[in-house]
């Protein structure tokens, strides 16, 4: 499903691969700052390298597409938002797209080391879909509608990233601590 979405979009893997460099030049120092493992500095990175790729870059690199985006108006879109069932998480198409560009930020955010820490990277990443929808309406050029929905979608997967990062997380301390004695 999710295949079908990215086919359309012929810049996501390439970008996605250029984003394994910061990720992998910028790790340990993420890593130290949030005083977690140099794997939850890489996750953290690659998953922002993921959103950017998936959420700001144009769709296609055609001078015809990047002529008309630079000429179309600003508008947000703020018809019908609300957070998601459930079912429709599950079983609309382009939400999985959505959860799973969000989620893995949640879920390294709530790896970070302690817990001011932890909060203070949730915060900053429950607020990435709002930033990445106000970019998407001051630069038009980009080609990418601005749509209250997709803040909600994004939270919604920051949110659910991080609800399995704060249950794998305390196991995932407790087998390093009984491997380390």
């Given amino acids: 499903m999710i295949s079908a979405v990215l086919g359309g979009m012929p810049n996501f893997w390439p970008g996605l691969l250029l984003s394994l460099v910061p990720a ?23 998953g922002l390298g993921g959103v950017v790729v998936a959420t700001l870059l144009p769709e296609a690199f055609r001078p015809s597409v990047l ?10 879109s703020v018809a019908g938002a609300r957070p998601r069932s459930p079912y429709e998480l599950l079983h ?5 797209l959505k959860l799973a560009t ?5 879920f390294a955010a709530a790896l970070a080391g302690t817990r001011r820490r932890a909060a203070v990277a949730l915060l900053g990443t429950a607020m990435l879909p709002f930033a990445v929808s106000g ?4 630069v038009p050029a980009l080609g990418r509608a601005c749509d209250v929905q997709d803040v909600w979608d994004g939270v919604q997967g920051v949110v659910l990233g ?10 995932a301390r407790a087998m ?5 004695v």
Avoid: M, S
């Fill in 24 to 46: 992998a030049l910028l790790n340990r120092p993420v890593g130290r700052l949030l005083r977690a493992h140099w794997v939850v500095g890489f996750l953290l990175l690659l």
């Fill in 67 to 76: 002529r008309h985006a630079a000429e179309a108006a600003r508008h947000c």
């Fill in 92 to 96: 609309v198409r382009h939400i999985e």
């Fill in 102 to 106: 969000y989620a893995p930020v949640g």
């Fill in 135 to 138: 970019l998407q309406y001051a």
């Fill in 162 to 171: 991080a609800a399995l990062g704060l249950v794998v997380g305390p196991v």
């Fill in 176 to 180: 390093t601590r009984a491997r380390a």
